[in-house]
């Protein structure tokens, strides 16, 4: 008789295979508790309704304060630990699974962070009722009696909206579901973050056919616990430019008129995100891609969806978003020397000399392999020099570099200090809201935003630029 053939052994997975896990659980189960608690210091009222659903317990500020601050921290383990492990041959199956409940649980609790969704529900409103959300703030229409419009917390009241085309379009369609619910409103918004994260997440899983490379895709996207915690778990519009960014990397080479209408959602609902075309076009030039018919396609794709919608918004689309270019957050690099009296004035051009101090010192790591890996890598490096050197940045805007550093070739050396970076300054905006937080921690959590923040900010734009200054020079991309 023939013998039996033995099963492959698995190999063991690294101890820190098990901390990721375990981080990640905690991370999103504090999530999920000041989620459910109900309205707080981290969560705005949303009003009557059934989904999503709270307890309606109105917890302290210190104890949301204390769940939203632990669950940042577990979460920066999860995904250090996670990295390592992965580093060392490891298939995060748990971990994913872990993920994929974190990711449903966003989509039947309240957003947790920010009130960032309310005035995605009051711009979303003003246009499904034939209002102008780029001309009308929350504040003035309908009179201020609105019941959609005029739950919008401050200080957005009197401001219109700084997002793309596309996105007022998503956000009119939300309005039109929900009706004159914020609640419905709010839950219809969540529900097309939710399909975004998956379509993206699916698209990873198809496209990257490497196991040991999809499971770094995965740990740095798709299962990323504070991309669910702080992107999708505070239901911002950055996760759904960001998963029409990794769409646009993935169907890029094969599929060019797909990638550029994924593009145009990604640019259309918030412009950095365009980063992605970046990228897709050096990766064409440095592999010999470029093509007329691949560009023309492309093209056609990306004036396909851009071209009806800014004609739909108007020519002012873009009035807000040139005012916001002067605002500086205080957890910035640029934040101490604006306060000592630098001239807002410098604060574009400086950006854009970090960006290419980045691009320039990682190219030679992260822009090499094939098509799909140096679309990725170029994007990830503009995202990273723009993440390090906007003088207006908060911790959701990470939807714009993760999903792009899962798909370049693998630095673990970036991976580790762009995670202990995300991790430290979401910290510094817990519980999240400007009202609502006792005096206590209003002076903890401000304190620790204005103090430590920017040199948190200035801590991690040098490290990222000494590490590509030590490889480029001294070691060369075989160093890695």
């Not at 992965?86 to 920010?114: I, K, M």
């Not at 004036?303 to 957890?331: E, F, I, K, M, N």
């Not at 207006?392 to 970036?414: F, I, K, N, S």
């Not at 734009?461 to 060369?476: M, T």
Request: proline letters at 7%; hydrophobic letters at 55%; a positive charge.
């Amino acid at each position: 008789m023939p013998e039996r053939t033995r099963p492959p052994v698995r190999p063991a997975a690294p101890p820190a295979a098990a901390l990721a896990t375990l981080a990640a659980v905690l991370c999103l189960g504090c999530w999920a508790a000041v989620a459910l608690a109900g309205p707080s210091a981290a969560v705005p009222a949303l009003g009557p309704g059934r989904l999503p659903l709270d307890l309606g317990r109105s917890p302290s500020s210190e104890l949301v304060t204390a769940l939203s601050g632990l669950s940042v921290l577990a979460g920066g383990t999860a995904l250090l630990a996670a990295v390592h492990a992965v580093g060392r041959g490891w298939r995060p199956r748990r971990f994913l699974l872990v993920g994929l409940a974190g990711a449903l649980l966003t989509v039947l609790l309240p957003p947790v962070g920010s009130a960032d969704h309310l005035s995605y529900a009051a711009y979303g409103r003003i246009a499904a009722l034939g209002g102008d959300p780029y001309a009308q703030p929350p504040d003035t229409f309908a009179g201020g009696d609105d019941p959609v419009a005029s739950a919008v917390r401050d200080p957005w009241r009197s401001t219109t909206s700084v997002y793309g085309p596309v996105a007022a379009l998503l956000q009119a369609l939300a309005s039109l579901a929900g009706g004159d619910s914020v609640r419905a409103t709010v839950w219809c918004w969540q529900l097309l973050l939710l399909l975004a994260w998956a379509a993206a997440g699916l698209g990873v899983r198809a496209a990257v056919r490497e196991p040991a490379r999809r499971a770094r895709a995965q740990v740095l996207w798709t299962a990323n616990p504070l991309l669910l915690t702080v992107g999708l778990g505070g239901a911002h519009a950055d996760v759904l430019a960001g998963a029409a960014a990794v769409g646009a990397l993935l169907l890029g080479r094969r599929h060019p008129l797909a990638a550029g209408v994924a593009l145009a959602v990604a640019a259309g609902t918030k412009l950095p995100y365009g980063a992605a075309g970046a990228g897709l076009l050096v990766a064409a030039l440095t592999t010999g891609a470029l093509r007329r018919g691949w560009v023309l396609r492309g093209l056609g794709g990306l004036l396909l969806v851009l071209v009806p919608a800014h004609a739909w918004a108007g020519v002012h689309v873009y009035d807000q978003t040139r005012t916001a270019s002067r605002y500086v957050s205080l957890a910035t690099v640029w934040r101490p020397l604006v306060d000592a009296g630098l001239p807002r004035g410098w604060l574009l051009p400086g950006m854009l000399l970090v960006m290419a101090a980045v691009v320039l010192l990682w190219w030679p790591v992260l822009v090499r392999g094939g098509f799909e890996d140096r679309a990725a890598g170029f994007t990830a490096a503009l995202a990273a020099g723009y993440l390090l050197g906007a003088a207006y940045e908060l911790p959701w805007y990470d939807a714009l570099l993760w999903g792009p550093l899962g798909l370049a070739l693998a630095v673990p050396v970036l991976d580790r200090l762009l995670a202990l970076r995300l991790a430290l300054l979401a910290s510094a905006y817990v519980p999240g809201l400007v009202d609502g937080m006792s005096a206590s921690v209003e002076a903890l959590t401000l304190g620790y935003r204005r103090e430590a923040g920017p040199w948190i900010a200035w801590a991690a734009l040098l490290a990222v630029l000494a590490s590509g200054a030590r490889f480029r020079w001294r070691r060369g991309p075989s160093g890695w």
